[in-house]
């Protein structure tokens, strides 16, 4: 969904779209918007003619809390054209974090949900007037912190409970894992992470971030040095080279 006055975009994955879990979907972005903002309503929902949108149960729904429904014209996707656009740069990025983080296709929803936090937190022109501020600030009237904000696909070491060890004394007391972003859209303060040993997808609070390497990547192009980042003018001209972790690789392998 997108905010056509602060540009915010609110994202929901889900494996076959219906007009049951649409409804669903709304609900829920509805009811988070009243929960922040109690005393703003939305008005207008603009939408194509999709069979999701148009089932009787989301037009009561609609109808039920006084929103107006507007629809496009068949084959006029440019009468809708911000959100239009929003859905495609969503996808790009998140066929970009994949590729560049060499990560298997089934993490595709994690990466679009990744790809819209980052877009609501980077400053746009929309909002030229106050500062190029980023949608996350113009609608909460705050900046966001991006404090923990990290790489997509770049390891997390997350800490080994004692009830998930065969072997406490001797096993390492970090699990390598992939970064996948935030629970924020579940409603959590935890990071998503992706396990590299068991394949299973974990949330958690205790861990530790090593943004220069990709442990999915091919073996010679795991670590990444701040010269691909891009230059900074405090940064040295020839940056320091990282000490290689043998033992880590032949983990990962």
Not at 57 to 71: G, N, R, S, V
Not at 197 to 210: E, V
Not at 215 to 238: A, L, M, N, Q, V
Request: charged letters at 20%; proline letters at 8%; glycine letters at 6%.
């Amino acid at each position: 969904f997108y905010c056509d006055c602060t540009g915010y975009r609110k994202t929901f994955c889900h494996v076959h779209r219906t007009a049951a879990s649409l409804l669903t979907m709304f609900q829920k972005f509805v009811a988070a918007m009243k929960a922040h903002f109690p005393n703003a309503a939305i008005r207008r929902f603009r939408s194509d003619n999709g069979g999701e949108y148009i089932s009787q149960a989301f037009e009561d729904y609609l109808l039920k809390h006084q929103i107006f429904h507007e629809y496009s014209n068949p084959h006029e996707p440019f009468q809708n054209g911000r959100a239009e656009r929003s859905i495609g740069l969503i996808g790009q990025m998140a066929r970009s974090f994949l590729l560049t983080a060499c990560l298997p296709p089934h993490l595709w929803n994690y990466a679009v949900l990744h790809a819209t936090e980052v877009l609501n937190r980077v400053p746009t022109r929309t909002h030229a007037s106050k500062g190029f501020i980023s949608p996350f600030e113009a609608l909460y009237s705050r900046p966001p912190d991006l404090r923990n904000f990290w790489i997509f696909g770049c390891l997390v070491y997350v800490y080994r409970h004692k009830k998930h060890s065969d072997d406490w004394k001797q096993d390492p007391r970090g699990i390598p894992c992939v970064f996948l972003g935030h629970g924020e859209t579940d409603g959590s303060k935890a990071v998503i992470v992706y396990n590299l040993q068991s394949h299973a997808i974990h949330y958690t609070t205790q861990y530790q971030i090593d943004e220069t390497f990709f442990p999915c990547r091919p073996k010679t192009d795991r670590r990444i040095t701040s010269c691909e980042f891009g230059s900074y003018p405090d940064s040295p001209s020839d940056p320091p080279q990282p000490v290689p972790s043998p033992a880590l690789d032949a983990r990962l392998e």
